[in-house]
């Protein structure tokens, strides 16, 4: 029992260790990643085991070397090592699976760590304990359930084998030596009975357990990886949302109808509702796409939104804080499931056909998705793998990737050590490698700086012209004019206008920005003369922003031509004693800001 316990505490810390890389990679998207880049459930999970069971296997060797350096005969002597090696390997087998399992719960991995350490030892030490109180209380032969239940847990299988295992072994030794011990209890019984047997002194049940457990534990995992996005998809559609139509009529009749009053947004709608899908020549195609969050109250994240994206177009995503587009992106790329509505990828749905769809694209998250302890040429080498670029290829393949994106002078280093604008370089190189036909990138140029951020435009530029699809959000007015063909502002989960951006100035753009500045010592009075002045000349202006003496007005551009504007405002200088003043076309900025009002940023 006292090899036993000591065994558990070092098992524990070794063993929990195994949560570590697949908390990190769930939660950083890395493993979502490389399922977008074709790596399929079955072969993820089954690499990682394999690689686990390797470490595991190489750590049983040096404890083995432990045990017969440290004279433990019972468990070494006459080729038992080789018996005390089937026991850990079989503990390898079910505890690595039930590892990963359990590390589904958890979000971060050194809490999932500590959580499993101490799970794991003190089910070991309980499990143990109970054990001895059973057979002392109520005799060698009696069964408790409890001890029946804990079967499913690795560690009590392991800590039973090893406890059992010893006591049998050391018995058979003590009582083939010349003297026995007089508290020994060699009868035939004991000294002849097959230690893998299925008696209860025996530690057959125990192996077994562990051979089946391991085998449960995998095939949960694989049917978490491949059925729960089905089954969560089912009941989010057809319960969750069934009986929240049922109970808010007026909200999915006034929210969820699809309707536009903007003219772009309904045409699109139209275009894609009315015309049957294969005449569409969308590469991608959503259809009427909602997404409601069931939490307390529930959140329209997502409102009913169509619309179809063709190739080599460059589409953005606009929109305000919590407005949907990570939603949308989420439930594009297949991390997320829509409520009602479906998404199609070159005529695929991403409903019922997830694993083709994600091997069709790219995408950068909007939080990088790298692990740390990899250089950056590392992982484009694995990505480059994945995407089954020929070995002999690979290479200049990564060379030329690394040069678009200037990561060269950072290829070897530790991504650790990078800094947040490199990292999102290489984010966005990932989901630029492969032949994927849509790439999605989720605010791709924070923290760049000009440069770097010039060199991924171009870099975009050339992959949507090569015939991609790309789908970008972005807080970058600048970065979505240089990049967009084709634009969308959102807000609160339903597009507010549709078109390319320079269709969006002209529709929304009837207006001049005038800027005026005043000296700091100019008084009241001559201000509000300003002001009346520029109400009465320019009728419909509106005063958009007032600081330290700088006025901001919109300016209707309907009727006031460039050099009327002018005019006016070279004598309103003289007049009022003007520092200075400009006048300028609207922006895509200033198109989103007029979408900028508080009832548009305040929560539902
Ligand atoms: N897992 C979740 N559970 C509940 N509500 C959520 C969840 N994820 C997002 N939401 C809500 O859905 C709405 C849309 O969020 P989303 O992250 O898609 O916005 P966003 O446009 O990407 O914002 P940002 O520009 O800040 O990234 C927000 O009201 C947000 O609070």
Same mark, same amino acid.
């Given at each position: 029992?006292?090899?036993?316990?000591?065994?558990?505490?070092?098992?524990?810390?070794?063993?929990?260790?195994?949560?570590?890389?697949?908390?990190?990679?769930?939660?950083?998207?890395?493993?979502?990643i490389q399922f977008v880049s074709g790596v399929s459930?079955?072969?993820?999970?089954?690499?990682?085991?394999?690689?686990?069971?390797?470490?595991?296997?190489?750590?049983?060797?040096?404890?083995?070397?432990?045990?017969?350096?440290?004279?433990?005969?019972?468990?070494?002597?006459?080729?038992?090592?080789?018996?005390?090696?089937?026991?850990?390997?079989?503990?390898?087998?079910?505890?690595?699976?039930?590892?990963?399992?359990?590390?589904?719960?958890?979000?971060?991995?050194?809490?999932?760590?500590?959580?499993?350490?101490?799970?794991?030892?003190?089910?070991?030490?309980?499990?143990?304990?109970?054990?001895?109180?059973?057979?002392?209380?109520?005799?060698?032969?009696?069964?408790?359930?409890?001890?029946?239940?804990?079967?499913?847990?690795?560690?009590?299988?392991?800590?039973?084998?090893?406890?059992?295992?010893?006591?049998?072994?050391? !018995? %058979? @030794?003590?009582?083939?030596?010349?003297? &026995?011990? /007089?508290?020994? $209890?060699? *009868?035939?019984? #004991?000294?002849?009975?097959?230690?893998?047997?299925?008696?209860?002194?025996?530690?057959?049940?125990?192996?077994?357990?562990?051979?089946?457990?391991?085998?449960?534990?995998?095939?949960?995992?694989?049917?978490?990886?491949?059925?729960?996005?089905?089954?969560?998809?089912?009941?989010?559609?057809?319960?969750?949302?069934?009986?929240?139509?049922?109970?808010?009529?007026?909200?999915?009749?006034?929210?969820?109808?699809?309707?536009?009053?903007?003219?772009?947004?309904?045409?699109?709608?139209?275009?894609?509702?009315?015309?049957?899908?294969?005449?569409?020549?969308?590469t991608v195609?959503?259809?009427?796409? !909602? %997404? @409601?969050?069931?939490?307390?109250?529930? &959140?329209? /994240?997502?409102? $009913?939104? *169509?619309?179809? #994206?063709?190739k080599e177009e460059c589409?953005?995503?606009?929109?305000?804080?919590?407005?949907?587009?990570?939603?949308?992106?989420?439930?594009?790329t297949?991390?997320?499931?829509?409520?009602?509505?479906?998404?199609?990828i070159e005529n695929l749905?991403?409903?019922?056909n997830?694993q083709e769809v994600r091997s069709k694209i790219g995408y950068c998250?909007?939080?990088?998705?790298?692990?740390?302890?990899?250089?950056?040429?590392?992982?484009i080498v694995m990505y480059a793998r994945l995407w089954g670029i020929p070995e002999t290829q690979i290479?200049q393949y990564v060379?030329e990737l690394?040069?678009s994106?200037?990561?060269?002078?950072?290829?070897?280093?530790?991504?650790?050590?990078?800094?947040?604008?490199?990292?999102?370089?290489?984010?966005n190189a990932i989901a630029l490698m492969g032949k994927p036909s849509v790439i999605f990138l989720?605010?791709?140029?924070?923290?760049?700086?000009?440069?770097?951020?010039?060199?991924?435009?171009?870099t975009v530029?050339r992959a949507r012209e090569s015939g991609k699809v790309i789908i970008?959000?972005?807080?970058?007015?600048?970065?979505?004019?240089?990049?967009?063909?084709?634009?969308?502002?959102?807000?609160?989960?339903?597009?507010?206008?549709?078109?390319?951006?320079?269709?969006?100035?002209?529709?929304?753009?009837?207006?001049?920005?005038?800027?005026?500045?005043?000296?700091?010592?100019?008084?009241?009075?001559?201000?509000?003369?300003?002001?009346?002045?520029?109400?009465?000349?320019?009728?419909?202006?509106?005063?958009?922003?007032?600081?330290?003496?700088?006025?901001?007005?919109?300016?209707?551009?309907?009727?006031?031509?460039?050099?009327?504007?002018?005019?006016?405002?070279?004598?309103?200088?003289?007049?009022?004693?003007?520092?200075?003043?400009?006048?300028?076309?609207?922006?895509?900025?200033?198109?989103?800001?007029?979408?900028?009002?508080?009832?548009?940023?305040?929560?539902?």
């Amino acid at each position: 029992m006292q090899v036993a316990l000591n065994l558990f505490f070092g098992v524990s810390i070794f063993v929990s260790g195994f949560c570590l890389l697949t908390v990190t990679e769930r939660i950083t998207k890395a493993k979502h990643i490389q399922f977008v880049s074709g790596v399929s459930p079955i072969n993820f999970w089954l690499s990682a085991l394999l690689w686990d069971f390797i470490i595991f296997f190489i750590a049983c060797c040096l404890l083995m070397v432990v045990f017969l350096s440290s004279g433990l005969d019972a468990l070494t002597k006459n080729y038992r090592f080789l018996d005390t090696l089937v026991i850990f390997m079989l503990f390898g087998w079910s505890v690595i699976p039930f590892t990963y399992l359990i590390s589904f719960l958890f979000s971060s991995h050194t809490s999932a760590y500590i959580k499993l350490v101490m799970l794991n030892y003190c089910v070991g030490v309980f499990s143990v304990a109970m054990d001895v109180i059973i057979t002392t209380t109520s005799g060698p032969d009696s069964e408790s359930l409890l001890l029946n239940l804990l079967m499913v847990l690795p560690i009590h299988n392991f800590g039973m084998s090893i406890t059992k295992y010893y006591d049998n072994q050391e !018995t %058979k @030794i003590l009582c083939s030596s010349a003297n &026995v011990p /007089a508290f020994i $209890n060699c *009868s035939k019984a #004991i000294t002849q009975m097959n230690v893998y047997s299925l008696e209860r002194d025996a530690i057959g049940r125990f192996l077994i357990a562990m051979a089946v457990t391991g085998f449960v534990f995998f095939l949960l995992i694989f049917l978490l990886e491949t059925t729960l996005w089905k089954v969560r998809t089912f009941v989010f559609r057809y319960i969750f949302f069934g009986v929240y139509k049922k109970l808010n009529k007026d909200i999915v009749s006034k929210e969820l109808s699809g309707e536009s009053e903007d003219d772009d947004v309904q045409y699109e709608r139209n275009r894609i509702l009315e015309q049957p899908q294969e005449l569409l020549n969308d590469t991608v195609l959503i259809k009427e796409l !909602t %997404k @409601i969050y069931f939490t307390c109250p529930a &959140v329209l /994240a997502v409102r $009913n939104i *169509s619309l179809g #994206i063709q190739k080599e177009e460059c589409f953005g995503l606009l929109g305000l804080n919590g407005a949907g587009k990570t939603t949308t992106f989420e439930i594009l790329t297949g991390e997320e499931t829509a409520t009602s509505g479906d998404v199609f990828i070159e005529n695929l749905s991403i409903t019922k056909n997830l694993q083709e769809v994600r091997s069709k694209i790219g995408y950068c998250p909007q939080f990088d998705a790298l692990l740390d302890y990899m250089t950056a040429r590392e992982i484009i080498v694995m990505y480059a793998r994945l995407w089954g670029i020929p070995e002999t290829q690979i290479t200049q393949y990564v060379n030329e990737l690394l040069q678009s994106l200037n990561l060269e002078p950072y290829a070897d280093k530790f991504i650790y050590s990078y800094s947040g604008g490199n990292k999102r370089r290489l984010s966005n190189a990932i989901a630029l490698m492969g032949k994927p036909s849509v790439i999605f990138l989720d605010e791709p140029s924070t923290g760049m700086d000009p440069g770097a951020r010039r060199l991924l435009w171009n870099t975009v530029t050339r992959a949507r012209e090569s015939g991609k699809v790309i789908i970008i959000t972005s807080h970058s007015m600048e970065e979505c004019d240089a990049l967009c063909t084709r634009l969308a502002i959102m807000v609160k989960g339903k597009f507010m206008c549709l078109g390319s951006p320079q269709h969006l100035k002209n529709k929304f753009g009837n207006i001049y920005i005038l800027k005026a500045k005043f000296n700091m010592d100019t008084d009241e009075n001559k201000l509000e003369d300003f002001k009346k002045y520029i109400a009465t000349v320019f009728p419909g202006s509106e005063l958009k922003h007032e600081n330290q003496g700088i006025l901001n007005y919109y300016i209707p551009s309907k009727d006031n031509g460039w050099g009327k504007v002018f005019g006016i405002l070279e004598e309103a200088k003289e007049k009022f004693n003007l520092e200075d003043y400009s006048i300028s076309q609207i922006t895509l900025e200033q198109v989103f800001l007029t979408f900028a009002t508080p009832e548009n940023t305040e929560g539902d």
